[in-house]
Nanobody
Framework: VQLQASGGGLVQAGGSLRLSCAAS????????MGWFRQAPGKEREFVAG???????VFVDSVKDRFTISRDNARNTVSLQMNSLKPEDTAVYYC????????????????WGQGTLVTVSS
């Protein structure tokens, strides 16, 4: 199984980026998918997740700014990030499989390699 993330880059505060993640090796149409991030010197944290039903969960700090979507036919998950802030700077990891709970607790079975998002002030 491989998860290939793309779309990271450098953006000014207030700007937008869209991250995409393509899964291969198995289908995740009946499983949760999501995104985590790890900022320099900090632990990895959950950002957003989406169940196979389409139900979404977000960490409070990105609610109303980020949206997550999936395309089950293409086995992909995307993260649209708007109104970006310098504190959103991190390596973003896509994840798949496992159970996603309404609290945002998510233990995926598979991880992508990460894509760097840098937000300048």
């Amino acid at each position: 199984v491989q998860l290939q993330a793309s779309g990271g880059g450098l953006v000014q505060a207030g700007g937008s980026l869209r991250l995409s993640c393509a899964a291969s090796g198995r289908t995740f149409s009946r499983y949760a998918m999501g995104w985590f991030r790890q900022a320099p010197g900090k632990e990895r944290e959950f950002v957003a997740g989406i169940r196979w039903t389409g139900t979404t969960v977000f960490v409070d700090s990105v609610k109303d700014r980020f949206t997550i979507s999936r395309d089950n036919a293409r086995n992909t998950v995307s993260l649209q990030m708007n109104s970006l802030k310098p504190e959103d700077t991190a390596v973003y990891y896509c994840a798949a499989g496992g159970n996603l709970f309404p609290t945002g607790t998510y233990s995926p079975n598979y991880w992508g390699q990460g894509t760097l998002v840098t937000v300048s002030s």
